[in-house]
């Protein structure tokens, strides 16, 4: 028999935040993607107590200016795909459109897909390397995180919105590796944003994630100003200090990780540092 479980469905944004002040352990969800399943794969698994915010308008919010694209977070990743590439970065629609199945879209929302802790999703890279800023609400205050300081929702409150900042970059390259519609140990995303002018490198952000997260602003700042192309000295250099980091990275998490990861990014890396002309 499964174990009871308390769910609550509100209205309001600020009925929710209302919520959360005065239950203890709650545990916000919107679309469930990420939900397990009961053991015959009929039933969603839910934790003992549960608040449902997929339909609260308020989280439901697009607001599109010239430098900044900002979303609720119960925005589903279906609606982020209707904007169309002319409306959104080019590489993050294909960052959204690799994230599963149509219908698996209809319910997975962006702030879903960024909350997931045991395992960076795949739209966590490509924000990282635009360095996305989050807003949590809680019934009190209101709180701005950047993404690259982003470890775990707070205590008491929700994800309320996503502001991802908008430039023109010249190059904007975005892989997704792993299995196609399940997220396994070896799923992994990798964004690369490059400004360049008259033959140098003006600007660069490279995120790597999945369930070991790499960026380094001491590494891209290391080349930046550097003439194209690079040279095979200056490659080297940045690829070993790519490798240097992955290696502080997961000693620093305290986890193995499959051998193939830092082969996978030190090889996108590469590849992308190439393409620089």
């Known amino acids: 028999m499964d174990a009871k479980t308390d769910t609550f469905f509100v209205s309001s944004l600020s009925e929710a935040l209302q919520q959360l002040k005065n239950i203890p352990d709650l545990k916000v969800l919107a679309g469930c993607t990420s939900c397990g399943k009961s053991i015959d794969g009929t039933r969603i698994k839910l934790p003992p107590s549960s608040l449902f915010v997929k339909h609260l308008p308020e989280l439901q919010t697009i607001e599109r200016r010239e430098r900044?694209?900002?979303?609720?977070?119960?925005?589903?990743?279906?609606?982020?795909?209707?904007?169309?590439?002319?409306?959104?970065?080019?590489f993050f629609y294909d960052a959204v459109s690799s994230v599963a199945s149509h219908n698996i879209r209809n319910l997975a929302t962006i702030g879903g897909n960024i909350c997931r802790t045991d395992h960076k999703m795949s739209l966590f890279a490509p924000l990282l390397a635009m360095d996305a800023k989050l807003e949590f609400k809680s019934a009190a205050e209101t709180l701005?995180?950047?993404?690259?300081?982003?470890?775990?929702?707070?205590?008491?409150?929700?994800?309320?919105?996503?502001?991802?900042?908008?430039?023109?970059?010249?190059t904007a390259l975005f892989h997704r590796l792993g299995p196609a519609y399940e997220i396994s140990p070896?799923?992994?995303?990798?964004?690369?944003?490059?400004?360049?002018?008259?033959?140098?490198?003006?600007?660069?952000?490279?995120?790597?994630?999945?369930?070991?997260?790499?960026?380094?602003r001491e590494m891209e700042n290391s080349i930046i100003g550097s003439r194209l192309p690079l040279t095979h000295k200056e490659m080297d250099s940045v690829l070993e200090q790519a490798s240097q980091m992955y290696d502080n990275e997961a000693e620093q998490s305290g986890k193995k990780y499959p051998p193939i990861l830092k082969e996978q990014y030190i090889n996108l890396l590469h590849y992308?540092?190439?393409?620089?002309?």
């Open 144 to 170: 701005q995180v950047p993404l690259s300081k982003f470890t775990a929702v707070p205590e008491g409150f929700l994800l309320s919105k996503i502001h991802m900042p908008v430039q023109d970059w010249t």
């Open 186 to 216: 070896l799923s992994v995303s990798f964004a690369f944003l490059a400004d360049t002018s008259k033959g140098f490198l003006g600007d660069m952000s490279v995120a790597f994630c999945g369930p070991i997260s790499v960026k380094s």
């Open 272 to 277: 992308s540092l190439k393409m620089l002309l």
């Open 68 to 90: 900044y694209v900002e979303f609720g977070s119960a925005v589903s990743l279906n609606r982020i795909l209707e904007l169309g590439k002319k409306r959104i970065p080019a």
